[in-house]
């Protein structure tokens, strides 16, 4: 029965709107690793997943994360998946979002650490999740989507918990320190998170109570785990 271990369990998949990186007009979006492989992993396991983004309609996905060396097999099932295609092109908005889930998953690409700190609907969505006690789950850039959540008492949800995202050294990596409004590191630390990173690409995730985290597109299949293994307790 490993295979149903999601079973009966409502999982909300949920990307950036943002397609350019900063004022620039070099393209960015969601990494398609982050988003194929939680839903792969998820629906696998017997979940419902349904697929949404901030403003609703046509997920930007990051070219790059199409690029040789990027294409895992999860990515490899997607081009070949028209049904999960049309989910991306025709993804729910966060004011379509209706029903009960038991937990959201953000994924990163650089395009969440700009509509998701100020999207206040998506804000309110991630606050209520987390007053009914759901999970809330990302990876890579995808906590820098979180930083606007709060616990019911106006902390962080971050506050005193394990936490992984995308490191400076990887920031750093990528050439994208200077470009980016802020390093998502520093931001974990700032709002009260015990923030832990591995090195630069190795997969990396963290478990603290409702909170799921991943470091990089690497951890996208770790952190999809820890969620199923946390929504079996």
């Known amino acids: 029965m490993e295979g149903q271990v999601g079973a009966g369990k409502r999982i909300l998949i949920l990307a950036t709107s943002h397609d350019k990186l ?56 997607y081009l070949e998946d028209e049904e999960l295609k049309q989910r991306v092109e025709h993804s729910l908005s966060v ?44 990876v890579c850039h995808g906590p820098a989507g979180l930083v606007g959540m709060t616990a019911p008492d106006g902390t962080s949800i971050f506050k005193g918990k394990k936490v992984c995202g995308f490191s400076n050294a990887e920031e750093e990596a990528v050439g994208k320190t200077n470009v980016v409004p802020f390093l998502l590191e520093d931001k974990l630390k700032e709002l009260g998170g015990l923030y832990e990173a591995g090195p630069n690409w190795h997969p990396k995730a963290a478990a603290d109570g409702q909170l799921v985290t991943g470091q990089n597109p690497g951890s996208s299949a770790k952190v999809a785990e820890l969620v199923l293994e946390a929504l079996s307790k």
């Not at 492989?37 to 997943?49: E, L, M, R």
């Not at 009960?100 to 804000?123: E, K």
């Open 95 to 138: 004011k379509d979002v209706s029903g009960n889930y038991d937990a959201l998953f953000v994924p990163g690409g650089h395009g969440i650490i700009y509509d998701g700190p100020v999207d206040q609907d998506f804000i309110a969505l991630g606050n209520r999740f987390w007053a009914e006690g759901k999970i809330i789950s990302s």
């Open 22 to 77: 900063g004022n620039t007009n070099q393209a960015t979006g969601c990494w398609a690793e982050e988003l194929t492989a939680p839903y792969y992993i998820f629906k696998d396991a017997g979940a419902h997943v349904d697929v949404a983004s901030i403003k609703g309609g046509k997920i930007p996905m990051d070219e790059a994360s199409f690029s040789e060396g990027f294409v895992t097999d999860h990515v490899k099932r």
